[in-house]
């Protein structure tokens, strides 16, 4: 929420391509004075104009909602990402519990988009990132919402998660959290829900990836979650 007071340290990290959650829609940005860093048209996908999903892109890239989009697999963008390197993107902001889901029964938002979405994420690269909200470590057996199926599937298109991949750690036994949740202390409960899933082809381009620190970004009040950042070389 109220990422127009946040904007400054996204930009310090020097994005081509930024995933927000809880983001206000554009025109909204640009009413609270973010006009001088929005500089391309962003992607935004939501029914709260204060609290949706926005993708930015910098640097020469840019990123257009991409069709067929279906509105119902709610905060779940489809995006064509074009500059120095063109891929495809699906966005991620998988509301689960809050969304109406329970996770004995019903797949959740982000399963589904998967088979939705399968044609745009076989047509050419794709990248999918954002906020899961899941781990390995709540499934369960016989639940649809489980995190590890995801992985599956994910395995199964090509994609391999670029955390995991660079730390050598396997899902639900993560060291660094994403998420500070409720009490956004150090101490106080935190898990790891935020991913970048990517072709497993271009794990070899990897230069750097960071999980954001907790001074930064918790600490000083911005978020309780922390930023994922990847470098790639191409």
């Not at 395995?155 to 899902?171: C, I, K, N, T």
């Amino acid at each position: 929420m109220a990422f127009d007071r946040k904007a400054a340290a996204l930009l310090d990290l020097k994005p081509d391509l930024a995933i927000i959650c809880e983001c206000a829609e554009p025109d909204r940005l640009h009413a609270r004075g973010a006009g001088d860093w929005l500089k391309s048209d962003p992607v935004w996908v939501g029914e709260n104009p204060n609290k949706g999903l926005g993708i930015f892109a910098f640097n020469g890239y840019s990123a257009t909602l991409a069709e067929p989009h279906f509105p119902t697999l709610r905060y779940i963008a489809p995006v064509a990402v074009s500059g120095p390197v063109g891929f495809n993107l699906l966005a991620v902001w998988a509301q689960n519990a809050s969304g109406g889901v329970t996770r004995k029964n019903q797949s959740g938002p982000l399963r589904r988009a998967l088979s939705k979405y399968r044609g745009f994420l076989t047509e050419r690269d794709t990248i999918i990132g954002g906020d899961f909200n899941n781990n390995a470590i709540w499934d369960r057996p016989g639940w649809r919402i489980n995190h590890m199926t995801k992985v599956k599937m994910l395995d199964a298109l090509g994609l391999a998660s670029a955390y995991h991949a660079v730390r050598g750690e396997a899902p639900g036994e993560e060291t660094e959290p994403t998420l500070y949740w409720r009490d956004r202390t150090r101490d106080g409960p935190t898990y790891h829900i935020d991913y970048i899933f990517m072709p497993v082809g271009w794990l070899g381009n990897i230069e750097r990836l960071e999980v954001g620190s907790f001074e930064q970004w918790v600490g000083s009040g911005f978020s309780d979650h922390v930023p994922l950042v990847l470098d790639l070389r191409f």
